[in-house]
């Protein structure tokens, strides 16, 4: 695949993250079948993992945090709000059927994670902005591609290719996942729908990135990008080779 150099198409956007508060919820992960088995490689790390999407719901009242941007409309009563979150990093973990906080909710520009020290400027926040209102998940391939491709725009940046970079694919078994993946990334400079989206980040915890409307990717409303909190969705167990990681 060629080499793709993403250029940035923020129309009005902050110029730094403001943290919102705390978000606290209860970790699912690959529900509906949405994940797959990749193989890929950060720098010169190794990883296997079964990448896909969380369902993270967050606590009724003051047990789900203190963050006042995130809606609160759920007919489940023992949740706030239930969102998709796709995961930012591969180093960190997080247990799912359990409780997590994430201590800092900032709008994904300017915002950066605290493990790592990847910054999310103009550049990145475009792509993933054009990835979660155009890419659609509809199963375990599409979910794979879909984590892959926002793992690509975060450790890549501007330049994003699956071959080559600080992350690239190190021999996925199933090649329909690296073919979407590969397929949305020759996409990106195309689309030109955009959704708002933010960080959810804690040192020791893997980050999520999400949208306002806690939808999954696709659900877009269609108005003129600015930058706001959102919440998406991706995740992703992750497991060194040969060193089991519970995420």
């Keep these: 695949m060629k080499r793709f150099f993403l250029i940035a198409g923020l129309a009005a956007v902050a110029s730094a993250s403001q943290a919102t508060g705390t978000f606290v919820a209860y970790w699912q992960y ?8 990749v193989k890929v490689k950060l720098g010169a790390t190794n990883y296997n993992v079964s990448a ?8 009724k009242d003051a047990a789900g945090g203190t963050s006042l941007d995130l809606p609160m409309s ?5 949740y706030d709000f239930i969102a998709k979150t796709f ?5 960190e973990s997080i247990n799912v059927n359990t409780n997590h906080t994430h201590n800092v909710v900032a709008p994904l520009l300017g915002a950066t994670t605290q493990n790592g020290g990847v910054t999310f400027d103009a550049t990145r926040v475009t792509a993933l902005s054009r990835l979660w209102a155009n890419a659609s998940i509809t199963d375990s391939i599409t979910a794979a591609a879909f984590q892959l491709v926002q793992w690509e725009i975060t ?4 330049s994003l290719d699956l071959t080559g970079g600080t992350f690239r694919n190190n021999g996925t078994v199933n090649a329909a996942i690296i073919t979407q993946a590969n397929t949305w990334l020759g996409q990106l400079g195309s ?14 915890i893997q980050d999520q990135i999400t949208a306002l409307d806690g939808l999954p ?31």
């Design 155 to 158: 450790f890549d940046g501007g």
């Design 74 to 78: 759920t007919t489940n009563p023992n």
């Design 30 to 37: 690959g529900l509906n079948g949405h994940s797959s088995a």
């Design 191 to 204: 689309w030109t729908a955009q959704r708002n989206l933010v960080l959810l980040s804690r040192a020791g």
């Design 217 to 247: 990717p696709t659900n877009v409303v269609p108005e003129p990008f600015t930058m706001g909190l959102g919440v998406a969705a991706a995740g992703a167990f992750v497991r060194r080779r040969l060193k089991a990681r519970t995420v």
């Design 87 to 91: 995961c930012v990093e591969l180093t």
């Design 52 to 59: 896909g999407e969380f369902t993270a719901r967050r606590l």
